[in-house]
């Protein structure tokens, strides 16, 4: 069972106030088409705020976040965790109820899932590899695929910047073995580094 998103506003405001957030996208004219359906969201890992701040820059949308967890058992950030509509995901066991928990958010509910598919905490700029359950929600769940970079952790004491890409949808048939799974999974981090490197190219002003 997901936990509703009861407390999304009132973290929403939260970190606006804390991180400032500001939004680009890489074609202001399909922003409409950003989130029009259930969608799956793909974003680089930057640090324990990250929930907050797209839950800020999406704060029109119900999103539920995909989180380790053991973080759950943390005090005070786990009730944040399990009252923000969270879904907890085992890091160290073979578990894919994270899986049945994301298709019931996106075929039931009509609501947005968020992935970090780097699974733990990246330097500023330097991606790590992606795991491949991303790759294999997307593929089973058919759903567009929203990729957002995060320029942080390096402008901590400076607003936190997000650039949001156009959604799109694997190529359909293309299997669901391993090696399908890995080539998805490596276009979602080719993805991921071209839209870095447009941020870089339109946005950075460091």
């Known amino acids: 069972m997901v936990s509703d998103t009861k407390l999304n506003p009132p973290l929403a405001l939260l970190t606006r106030i804390l991180f400032n957030p500001k939004v680009h996208y890489l074609d202001p004219d399909r922003k409409d088409e950003i989130l029009a359906e259930p969608s799956i969201i793909v974003a680089n890992h930057t640090g324990h705020v ?7 820059a999406l704060y029109k949308f119900p999103v539920h976040t995909l989180a380790a967890k053991d973080r759950f058992e943390q005090r005070g950030f786990g009730f944040l965790l399990r ?20 298709l019931e958010v996106l075929h039931k509910d009509r609501e947005h899932i968020v992935i970090y598919p780097e699974g733990r905490h990246g330097e500023h700029r330097k991606q790590l590899p992606f795991h491949p359950g991303v790759a294999m929600l997307a593929a089973i769940a058919n759903v567009p695929i929203v990729m957002i970079y995060q320029d942080g952790p390096a402008r901590k004491y400076h607003s936190n910047h997000l650039i949001i890409a156009p959604p799109f949808r694997f190529e359909p048939g293309g299997g669901m073995d391993a090696e399908s799974i890995q080539e998805k999974t490596q276009l979602l981090q080719d993805r991921m580094k071209e839209l870095m490197e447009a941020y870089i190219e339109r946005y950075d002003k460091a």
């Open 83 to 102: 009252h923000s509509g969270c879904i907890p995901i085992d890091r160290e066991h073979a578990d894919t109820s994270w899986i049945h928990d994301s």
């Open 50 to 56: 990250d929930g907050g701040i797209i839950n800020t």
